[in-house]
């Protein structure tokens, strides 16, 4: 599969993931104001994907000139959980001073990297997997997506799946839908279909019942920014996962690429959680789905302790909180 997020002719070019798994187009992003549109409406997403977005888009935004430290302010805080976004961002502004090229040069050796540090951790993660659940083919449980599309290509926790595959060593992942915007049950499922995996997609709140009734023998999850004690915030409902995971015995790993790890935080209670849109909740399609005048809670991201973490894997192997 193509790069989820790469440069074109004086453009950035994303995979649309509000088109799939309907539609499988590309988008090209020819100003600073695009990118941010499209990382506000989660076009591009995933903090891997969305370290590529701030680095090439402090590239674009050299490259169009202007004022370049201003644009790069509005890249970096255009979601506010995901430490790669920010980190991407910090990286090609240090190359300004050396002009537009060496932006683009520095943007493009972090697109190459992230595709091969994703693949390192997911294999050192897999390794880790078949020691934690000897024997037999797997029966995963995978929430939102941490797959090629979450990163520049291959993927962080899915990337796990891939190697195992490769390995016939996967039985089914089970795919959380991942309320309120699906991206469990659009891209992840999308992801493993393509690739020939066998899956199920289940609601989010069959997760428990699941691993209650055996049919977990690990869950799977890449996050969006991890404290230096090891908490780990990701997509909301990871946190009731792990619950439910540990209640269970169940494994818990999340891999993730180096760059996710903020080691400026002591725990994940200095985590800035986004909260989003009430009308994800309150309508499908334009069609209301609670009373006109609903309150809504509408957190993306939770953050689930360490003490509930079997491993969390980089491209370094085991975090060591
Ligand atoms: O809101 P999203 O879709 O950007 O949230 C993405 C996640 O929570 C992913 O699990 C995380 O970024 C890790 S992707 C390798």
């Known amino acids: 599969m193509r790069r989820t997020i790469d440069w074109g002719e004086d453009a950035i070019v994303i995979i649309d993931q509000t088109a799939l798994p309907a539609d499988f187009r590309l988008l090209e992003l020819r100003t600073v104001g695009e990118l941010v549109d499209a990382v506000k409406r989660l076009a591009v997403r995933g903090a891997p994907a969305l ?3 701030g680095a090439l888009g402090v590239a674009l935004a050299a490259r169009l000139g202007g004022d370049v430290r201003a644009d790069a302010e509005l890249i970096a805080h255009a979601r506010p959980t995901a430490v790669n976004l ?31 540090l994703n693949k390192t951790a997911s294999g050192h993660a897999a390794g880790i997997v078949r020691e934690l659940c000897p024997g037999r083919p797997l029966r995963l449980l995978s929430h939102c997506n941490a797959g090629q599309l979450a990163t520049v290509g291959w993927g962080s926790a899915l990337g796990v799946v891939w190697h195992l595959h490769e390995r016939g060593l996967v039985k089914e992942v089970l795919v959380d839908e991942t309320r309120p915007l699906l991206q469990g049950a659009r891209l992840t499922a999308w992801e493993l279909a393509q690739a020939n995996v066998p899956y199920r997609v289940q609601p989010d709140g069959a997760a428990a019942a699941a691993m ?24 909301i409902g990871t ?13 818990f790993v999340v891999v993730a690429p180096s760059s996710t790890v903020d080691m400026t935080l002591a725990s994940g209670a200095g985590i800035a959680i986004e909260e989003r849109d009430a009308r994800e909740l309150t309508e499908h399609a334009g069609v209301p789905l609670t009373p006109p005048d609903a309150r809504v809670f509408n957190p993306a991201f939770d953050v689930t302790p360490h003490d509930l973490i079997t491993a969390v894997v980089t491209e370094h192997g085991r975090f060591a909180p």
């Not at 002009?99 to 972090?110: H, N, Q, R, S, Y």
């Open 51 to 53: 370290g590529a977005a």
């Open 86 to 116: 920010e980190w991407g961002v910090e990286r090609a502004l240090r190359k300004l001073d050396q002009g537009p090229d060496a932006v683009l040069a520095e943007a493009l050796a972090l697109l190459t990297e992230d595709e091969e």
């Open 212 to 235: 209650a009734r055996g049919m977990v023998d690990c869950v799977l999850v890449g996050a969006d920014r991890i404290a230096a004690n090891g908490d780990v915030a990701n997509k």
């Open 239 to 251: 946190y009731g996962l792990a619950i439910a995971a540990k209640h269970h015995g169940v494994p």
